[in-house]
Nanobody, 120 residues
Framework: QVQLVESGGGLVQAGGSLRLSCAAS????????MGWYRQGPGKERELVAT???????NYADSVKGRFTVSRDSAKNTVYLQMNSLKPEDTAVYYC??????????????WGQGTQVTVSS
């Protein structure tokens, strides 16, 4: 059974930095893509950043220039480096991965979420 386990959330002051990690475990043939979503208080879940095995990435406009997503494909892990954090970045951050299993079936997986709180 595939699992995504996130770590690295917490409380930080505005202007500070945090680094989130998400590791996928289980029987995995390949992951493509892998990334992060977030859901703020009273808001819908939104895409933050996506990382591709090619090294490419895309970002929500609201985080461009402040957040960097990266992958370690050998470890089935994705990271989100968050700099210059703002109070509006406060949200539960969810790892997301599209995974191919041994039956060559694709399925979408989510982590349990990690809270990021930015104080003003």
């Amino acid at each position: 059974q595939v699992q995504l386990v996130e770590s690295g959330g917490g409380l930080v002051q505005a202007g500070g930095s945090l680094r989130l990690s998400c590791a996928a475990s289980g029987i995995i043939l390949t992951i493509e893509p892998m990334g992060w979503y977030r859901q703020g208080p009273g808001k819908e879940r939104e895409l933050v950043a996506t990382a591709y095995s090619s090294g490419g990435a895309n970002y929500a406009d609201s985080v461009k220039g402040r957040f960097t997503v990266s992958r370690d494909s050998a470890k089935n892990t994705v990271y989100l480096q968050m700099n210059s954090l703002k109070p509006e970045d406060t949200a539960v951050y969810y790892c997301n991965a599209r995974i191919m299993d041994v039956g060559r079936r694709w399925s979408l997986h989510w982590g349990q979420g990690t809270q990021v709180t930015v104080s003003s």
